[in-house]
């Protein structure tokens, strides 16, 4: 296949198009965080902007990394030392364009985090958690058949080839709606309990969750705050290649969180 070279100035202004960050409060500047070369002939995507992932799209020649974890976040130190000074370091002195989405990559319709647990899944989205809220960061849906809480774990185990924890509430009900948001989602599982949906799917778990799901009958399910975000960058990645004709490879670098 043959690729084409585009301009980061093209690059910009189409993610700025199809994920429109100004609309979306977030706790990171979300766009063109590191400036590097004009020209873009290949893009690396990926979950995180880690040392791990800048080394590997130099060795690959990368002029692009494009992730879902940048940098810049709210109160972090703004002083460049260490190990984000090594990063940026490393984007600056090979010439790499280093571009993030947090928020905007979660809740695209199609290409967002949660849109894409929704295909792996077997998911229909009915509309967002947070009722009136076309951002909202939750979303909920339903399954065609009901699962057991048993089933639903080994489907998101399997799917995501990592175990998922699942905290089952006293009933142990069946499972027909859901409510889901990737990441570090896992508060908004009072909010999904408050609506009566019958399951919460999240990557992260904190200690009180255990107590919601208990007190407030709902299932819930923590399958991994990088394993529920791999995908939304894969995607975006895939359609800039196929919108674009640039070359786009996705790198997974690996983590047990």
């Known amino acids: 296949m043959t690729y084409k070279t585009i301009t980061r100035s093209t690059l910009e202004k189409y993610l700025s198009d199809i994920l429109k960050p100004e609309k979306i409060r977030d706790f990171c500047p979300n766009g063109l965080q590191v400036q590097g070369s004009e020209k873009v002939t290949k893009i690396v995507t990926g979950v ?36 984000k000074h090594q990063r940026i370091k490393s984007l600056l002195i090979n ?20 849109a894409q647990l929704a295909k792996l899944f077997g998911l229909t989205v009915t509309g967002p958690l947070e009722i009136g809220n076309d951002y909202s960061v939750a979303i909920q849906g339903e399954f065609t058949e009901e699962k057991t809480g048993e089933a639903l774990q080994t489907l998101i185990s399997t799917t995501l080839s990592r175990e998922c924890l699942h905290i089952p509430p006293p009933s142990n009900k069946p499972i027909k709606t859901v409510a889901w948001c990737s990441g570090g989602g896992q508060n908004y599982i009072e909010l999904a309990a408050e609506q009566g949906i019958d399951a919460f799917i999240s990557g992260e778990v904190s200690e009180q969750t255990t107590h919601v799901a208990h007190e407030m009958d709902i299932h819930f399910f923590a399958a991994g705050h990088h394993a529920t975000e791999r995908y939304g960058a894969k995607a975006l990645g895939e359609h800039l290649q196929a919108e674009l004709g640039v070359e786009v490879v996705f790198i997974d670098i690996d983590n047990p969180v």
């Open 48 to 83: 995180t902007a880690t040392q791990a992932l800048i080394d590997e799209a130099i060795s690959l020649n990368a002029d692009v990394i494009l992730v879902h974890h940048g940098y810049f976040w709210k109160n972090e130190s703004y002083v460049i030392r260490g190990m």
């Open 95 to 114: 010439d790499i364009n280093l571009f993030a989405y947090h928020l905007p990559l979660d809740i695209h319709p199609v290409l967002g985090n949660n």
